[in-house]
């Protein structure tokens, strides 16, 4: 496991237990304040969900507005790099690109085929970006160059815990070859589903 995810793991323990700690005070001191804790420590470790579509420009300048929605889930500090198929410009809170760079160091240490992607993954990761007074982010030249094809109109769309930005161009052709590659989304589910009943049956 590499140095940078045991110490983030250790930095998530010290904090788990001093939202513990929280409670058990609350509990004791005041009923009351036990479920306002309750409710507060749930919502914090629930999942990240970025759904939605949209489509904004990018200025000559390379900076691109987020809609404040996504803000609001990405927080403060982020990561601004390429989705795992590194196909596409990703914008990831911290601690999610971190479980990605995670991954991809041990699945290396494993395997050393596996170096390539985790050093491509690496070089193409920006950190210490933020968000101007405007709610947009500068675009590090390179990812635009390499997978936005300069384009002035991109998508930014949700993929669960990251933000996935495509050119508009990109955007419409996806669309389009979806469309080739399954005419029939319901049958490809159930196919699907009856894959994964059988397996589970053996």
Do not use: C
Request: aromatic share 8%; no cysteine.
């Amino acid at each position: 496991m590499s140095t940078s995810g045991n110490k983030w793991r250790m930095v998530v323990g010290r904090m788990s237990d001093e939202s513990n700690k929280k409670v058990n005070q609350a509990a004791a001191s005041n009923p009351s304040e036990l479920a306002d804790l309750a409710d507060k420590k749930t919502n914090t470790e629930k999942p990240y969900g970025f759904y939605g579509s949209y489509m904004h420009s990018v200025d000559a300048k390379g900076r691109m507005i987020v809609p404040q929605s996504f803000r609001e889930h990405l927080g403060v500090n982020i990561v601004i790099s390429l989705n795992m198929s590194q196909t596409s410009v990703a914008i990831y809170p911290h601690d999610i690109w971190e479980k990605k760079i995670d991954m991809l160091t041990d699945l290396s240490e494993e395997d050393v085929s596996a170096e390539v992607f985790l050093e491509r993954f690496a070089m193409f990761s920006f950190d210490n970006i933020g968000f101007d007074t405007q709610g947009r982010v500068l675009i590090p030249a390179i990812l635009r160059d390499n997978f936005l094809r300069n384009a002035s109109s991109v998508q930014i769309s949700g993929a669960r815990d990251y933000l996935k930005v495509i050119s508009s161009q990109q955007a419409s052709e996806e669309i389009a070859n979806f469309n080739l590659d399954y005419p029939d989304v319901l049958r490809d589910i159930s196919r699907i589903q009856d894959r994964l009943r059988s397996q589970a049956k053996k």
